[in-house]
């Protein structure tokens, strides 16, 4: 058996170890994105989607290619795994994959011109810190145009360390709401 030193590639994802913490990322894998999907020359944007549009159906809009869209779709999902920050997005988008339509494409490419611009973002685990267990939720009640149903979203950090998150369409249709 030979030791062959520190990791720093696994499946797609960049692992830089530090003395203080490791660095999780998928800048390559980016990178490439940007090439296969042709958006090395568009100019970046701040949020990956626009929060004023909902995204519906688009019944009237210009078909596009049903294989392609799912490719950037899937693509997306996987760098969901060191990117929570397009997790809710991504999520939004998939809820068209068996009838894309032009606004749909644009709405997933506008998530690629995000990340052009944020390239080097990752997960950051700290050795040290606290173990305090701390979770956050939100939700967009009824954000859906379609069906009208809410989406909700969480991340546990275990001290200042992101452990886990995730955004997901409810099964039901919420009609009133309760604080505790």
Known sequence: MSVI??????LGLQLKQMKDGTFI?????????????????????????NTSVKMDMDVEGKVVDQTRYRALIG????????????????????????APKESHMTAAKR??????????????????GGFKLIGYSDSDYVGCRVDRKSTSGTCQMLGNRLVSWF??????????????
Not at 5 to 10: C, Y
Not at 75 to 97: E, H, K, N, W
Not at 167 to 180: E, G
């Open 25 to 49: 990322s998928q800048t390559k894998y980016t990178r490439d994105l940007m090439k296969k999907f042709g958006m090395e020359e568009k100019a970046s944007v701040n949020i990956p989607m």
């Open 167 to 180: 955004s997901k369409k409810q099964n039901s249709i919420a009609t009133s709401t309760s604080r505790i």
């Open 75 to 98: 693509s997306l999902i996987y760098l969901t795994t060191s990117r929570p920050d397009i997790t809710f997005d991504v999520g939004v988008c998939t809820r068209f994959q068996s």
């Open 111 to 128: 998530i690629l011109r995000y990340l052009k611009g944020y390239q080097e973002v990752g997960l950051w685990y700290p050795k040290k």
């Open 5 to 10: 030193g520190e990791m720093t590639f696994f």
